[in-house]
């Protein structure tokens, strides 16, 4: 079949393509985006809108809430007899899509007030996902320090004489005892 002359796409989820030169793909694929992978729906519909010269432009709907919509998406399908063929294998076509959240569904996220499964799946995929160990990592340093600042040096306090060298611990230390009257918490 000429590309250029199909008009309309149904693809699902589930399915496989059909295959001739190369291993059959789902039909369906998401890729991510703001709302991760949890609402891939069941059936979706691409229309041809145009040529560009170089591809066919389309645009796919399906029957999703208000709180989804498609954001990139990219229809392949399998060349006939070599890759850039025009002329493909009927059945072949696949969609790769990303996920969004609409402003409502980011509403939804934000006063749930908690990490819902589609908010966890889609900061899964974001590029700082890394992040969040690297903050543990400089908060274990920090502690460290300062235990080792502060509590990490209890030895007894050690002066130093006019006798030129090391006189020992100051409890140690060879003085005549305060006078009589004189309180020993003050020494």
Same mark, same amino acid.
Not at 112 to 136: E, L, M, N, T, W
């Given at each position: 079949v000429l590309l250029r002359e199909v008009q309309a796409l149904t693809l699902r989820r589930g399915h496989r393509t059909a295959a001739r030169r190369t291993a059959a793909v789902p039909q369906l694929q998401c890729t991510g985006g703001s709302a991760g992978c949890s609402r891939v729906p069941e059936v979706v519909q691409c229309y041809n809108k145009g040529w560009?010269?170089?591809?066919? =432009?389309? =645009?796919? &709907?399906?029957?999703?809430?208000?709180?989804?919509? +498609?954001?990139?998406?990219?229809?392949?399908?399998?060349? !006939?007899?070599?890759?850039?063929?025009?002329? /493909?294998l009927r059945g072949s076509c696949s969609l790769l899509f990303r996920l969004e959240l609409t402003e409502e569904g980011e509403r939804k996220v934000k006063n749930?007030?908690? +990490?819902?499964?589609? !908010?966890?799946?889609?900061? &899964?995929?974001?590029?700082?996902?890394?992040?969040?160990?690297?903050? /543990?990592i400089v908060l274990l340093v920090l502690a460290f320090g300062v235990y080792k600042l502060f509590l990490g040096n209890q030895q007894p306090q050690q002066r130093f004489g006019d006798s030129g060298g090391f006189t020992g611990p100051s409890w140690q230390s060879q003085q005549a005892p305060p006078p009589p009257g004189f309180k020993p918490g003050f020494t």
């Open positions: 560009d010269g170089y591809d066919v =432009q389309w =645009q796919c &709907k399906a029957d999703l809430e208000n709180a989804y919509r +498609f954001g990139q998406i990219e229809v392949s399908c399998e060349g !006939y007899d070599y890759p850039d063929d025009p002329y /493909i749930s007030g908690s +990490f819902g499964s589609s !908010y966890y799946q889609s900061r &899964k995929d974001s590029p700082d996902s890394g992040a969040g160990a690297i903050v /543990i």
